[in-house]
C-alpha cells in the first residue's frame, strides 16, 4: 500500500522527557513498520528541535523528502496525562507545520507517487490555507482514498471544520470522546449511542466506514449501515500518546489487505494495547506481538501464516 500522510510533525513535551510525535508522524512510522510504503508532507523549524526531527524520522526510517524546512518554529505539544493515562496538549500554534508550501514540483512528485490513500487529521487544518492546500492534494489524487483520523484538540478545532473534513474522507476514524461532543455539537436527534452517531454522520457526510475507539474496551466499527463491537486487551497503561495512532494504521493496513473485519479490529486493538503500555507514540514493538495477543486463547481471531503482516 502507497500511503501519503498529511499534518503535523512536533515534539510531545513530557514532564521528564521528549518524544518526536505528531499523529501523521505516529500513523506513518506504524504503517511503515507493518511494510507500506509511506511519504510525510509536514514541516519543522530552522531551529534544533528541528535538526532533531529529522535525525529522529530518518533513525525510523522514514523518508522526509517531503518534510519542509519552514520559518517557524518546530511545533511542540506540552502534555499532562491523567491517572488513566490518557494525555491533554496544548500546542503553540502557528508552528513549522502550518507553513508547509504546495509548489508545483511538489505536487508533481506527490502524483508520482500514486498513492492509494492519503491521511489526514483536523489540527494540521485549521488554518484556511492549509485546508485549501488539502483540498487541492486531493484533487490531484482523484484515486486515492481519504482516511480523516479526526484527533480533536482543544483550541484547535470547531464543528464547521470537522464536518467539512468529515464529507472528504471515505474512513473516519474518532474515538468514544470525540464522538459524544460531535454527537451533541451537531445536533444529532434522539439520546446518543454509538450506532446513532455513526448512522447520522455516516448519512450526513457520506463516509463509507467509520470507526470508533473506546480505549480498553475495544472499537466499535460502522459499515453498510450495521455497527458492530470488537473487545479490546487489558493492559497497564503509561500513556496512551500514539495509542489511537497505531491502531489507525493497522486497521488501514488490515482494511487494505481484504482481512475480515474481525481480524482487522483485533490487530489494531492489539497494537493499540502494545503502545499504551509503553512510553512515548513510537515505542519499538514488533508484528509478532500483536498476532500473539489478537490470536491468544479466549481471543478467538486466527491470522493464516500467509496473510502476516511482514516487516
Known sequence: MRLLSVGEVLWDIFDDREHLGGAPLNFSVSAQRLGNQVALLSGVGKDERGARAYVVMREMGLDTGLVQQTEARTGAA???????????????????????????????????????????GTLAHTLDESEERLACLLAANPGARRFYDVNLR?????????????RLATIIKLNATEAETLFELAGCPGAFSMECFCGFWSAAYGSK??????????CAV??????????????????????????????????????PIERTAS???????????????????????AVQIASGPGNGCHFPEHTRPRH
Open 267 to 289: 490487530f489494531a486493538n492489539a497494537l493499540g494495547a502494545i503502545v499504551a503500555g509503553r512510553p512515548g507514540a513510537t515505542p519499538f514493538w514488533t508484528i509478532d506481538e
Open 154 to 166: 482543544h483550541g484547535h478545532w470547531n464543528l464547521a471544520l470537522v464536518q467539512r473534513l468529515s
Open 222 to 259: 460502522w459499515r453498510d449501515g450495521t455497527i458492530e463491537f470488537f473487545p479490546g486487551y487489558a493492559v497497564e497503561v503509561v500513556d496512551t500518546v500514539g495509542a489511537g495512532d497505531v491502531f489507525a494504521a493497522a486497521f488501514l493496513h488490515g482494511y487494505q489487505s481484504q482481512w
Open 209 to 218: 466506514m467509520i470507526c470508533v475507539t473506546q480505549g480498553s474496551q475495544g
Open 78 to 120: 506540552n502534555v499532562t496525562t491523567d491517572s488513566s493515562g490518557n494525555g491533554s496538549f496544548s500546542i503553540v500554534r502557528p508552528a513549522a507545520f502550518d507553513m508547509v508550501e504546495l509548489t508545483d514540483s511538489i505536487l508533481a512528485s506527490i502524483i508520482a507517487l500514486h498513492p492509494n490513500w492519503i491521511y489526514f
